[in-house]
């Protein structure tokens, strides 16, 4: 059964940093494109950034020089590390995974889903 499970959400002030981690259960990281997304209040879901099977990242402008991406294939984890939080940061926080690796923004194109971390920046 694939599953997977974020942690590491919480509270920050303008400025300052947080980790997110998501652990895999049921696939290995090194075959999918993996992804977090984000949902603000009364927002779509957006991607935020997503990593190649080879790790290869890609960002939204918006998180651009932030955000970094990264993972641990040998630990199954995926980490989303977030610099110079912004009150628009706050959302709820999901990972996802690909199994056909496309390395896409899209939602659409991931089929497995964590449930959530909530990260909240205040100004």
């Known amino acids: 059964q694939v599953q997977l499970v974020e942690s590491g959400g919480g509270s920050a002030q303008a400025g300052g940093s947080l980790t997110l981690s998501c652990l895999g259960s049921?696939?290995?990281?090194?075959?999918?494109?993996m992804a977090w997304f984000r949902q603000a209040p009364g927002k779509e879901r957006e991607a935020v950034a997503v990593l190649t099977a080879k790790d290869s990242p890609k960002y939204i402008p918006s998180v651009k020089g932030r955000f970094t991406i990264s993972k641990d294939s040998a630990k199954n984890t995926l980490y989303l590390q977030m610099n110079n939080l912004k009150p628009d940061d706050t959302a709820v926080y999901y990972c996802?995974?690909?199994?056909?690796?496309?390395?896409?923004?899209?939602?659409?194109?991931?089929?497995?889903w964590g449930q959530g971390t909530q990260v909240t920046v205040s100004s």
């Open positions: 049921g696939y290995s990281f090194s075959t999918y494109s």
């Open positions: 996802a995974g690909d199994g056909r690796n496309r390395w896409s923004l899209d939602d659409r194109h991931y089929d497995s």
